[in-house]
């Protein structure tokens, strides 16, 4: 079925931010396993996961639509320097992906492209409801029992 050229360019810059968020979870799970964070790690690393599965749908759907997934192109990522500060950066790319999820949803709608709008409403409700929630919590705790008390947690 060939696609709106529009949609195939806005699900490849989706990929290239998924792409980037599992570069970005796979250093930082690496750096919570050196630290010997091990809930972190596997945490991290699940994310990693999910993210890669993002990016599976993403260019099976842009194939669908006949269009050619771009799995070189990258965002920048920022890799923290300590435990706060890779769950920050974790959260504003959860962030930034569910912004650009909600722009790439409207424009499917807007040509009636309701299958892929659907596809992309699961990833919403994932980067949403999952990560991006569960990052939150995970600053609200270091708020509220401090980073140190946090890090022994997850040992």
């Known amino acids: ?71 070189a192109k990258r965002v920048p990522i ?20 569910g912004n650009l999820l909600k722009k790439v949803v409207a424009h499917c709608e807007s040509v009636k492209d309701y299958v892929t709008r659907q596809e992309l409403m699961v990833l919403l409700e994932e980067t949403e409801n999952d990560h991006a929630h569960w990052l939150e919590q995970q600053l609200r705790l270091i708020d509220m029992v401090g980073e140190q008390n946090y890090i022994q947690s997850q040992m």
Do not use: C
């Not at 972190?40 to 099976?60: C, G, P």
């Not at 923290?80 to 920050?88: D, I, S």
């Open 78 to 97: 920022v890799v923290g320097e300590n435990v706060r500060a890779m769950l920050a950066s974790d959260l504003e790319v959860e962030y930034r992906v």
């Open 1 to 71: 079925m060939q696609g709106d050229p529009k949609t195939i360019e806005l699900l490849n810059e989706l990929l290239a931010e998924e792409l980037s968020a599992a570069d970005q979870y796979f250093i930082h799970a690496e750096m919570y396993k050196d630290f010997g964070l091990h809930k972190l790690f596997e945490r991290i690393d699940h994310e990693r996961e999910d993210e890669l599965s993002h990016a599976r749908v993403l260019i099976a759907r842009t194939l669908f639509l006949q269009g050619k997934p771009n799995v």
